[in-house]
């Protein structure tokens, strides 16, 4: 099983995010061209999967979360219990960037870590029908922190304050897979 990191949609976001910081403006257009790249497309099939815990989140739902996220709730309840961490996030986007470059400096002894860790804890049956395992890195669309959908594992670059050190998000990372 090959591993690979999907890292696309973050500087977009990010700078979408903190260009609406400082001017205090939300480029809907903008926000929309991200929305629709495509590991946004995987959140929104992961989020519009049927028999989803909770509910799903649509694109429009989604665009409305990011240009209101602190001007009002939402009756989607995903969307209302990601508002208060997001809040935080967007609150300490800045101070939160060098953990979003710590993690997402991925180095070929990063993927090696990963692969020994997957290989010591799984039998090569259970990874034999995956070629190829996606992880992507994204401003999340919903409230999870990380899931599974496919062959693609999604961690929410918002909640990454969480691992204190590259080596706790490696570790955690092979544990997912």
């Not at 409230?143 to 999604?154: A, L, Q, R, T, V």
Request: charged share 30%; with cysteine; net charge negative.
């Amino acid at each position: 099983m090959k591993i690979k990191f999907n890292l696309d949609c973050i500087k977009p976001m990010i700078d979408w995010l903190l260009e609406s910081k400082k001017n205090n403006v939300r480029d809907e257009n903008k926000l929309r061209e991200i929305l629709n790249l495509p590991d946004y497309k995987i959140e929104f099939a992961r989020y519009g999967s049927p028999n989803i815990p909770v509910c799903g989140i649509n694109l429009e739902e989604a665009v409305d979360f990011f240009l209101n996220f602190d001007k009002k709730d939402f009756k989607n309840e995903r969307l209302q219990y990601k508002k208060e961490s997001f809040l935080t996030f967007y609150n300490e986007i800045e101070k939160r960037l060098k953990k979003i470059n710590m993690i997402t400096s991925i180095s070929e002894h990063d993927y090696d870590v990963i692969e020994t860790l997957v290989k010591n804890s799984l039998p090569d049956e259970a990874t034999k029908d995956i070629p190829e395992l996606n992880i992507i890195l994204i401003v999340s669309i919903g409230n999870s922190m990380g899931w599974p959908y496919d062959h693609y594992i999604d961690y929410d670059i918002a909640n990454l304050n969480m691992f204190e050190t590259m080596e706790d998000f490696l570790h955690v990372t092979a544990h997912e897979i």
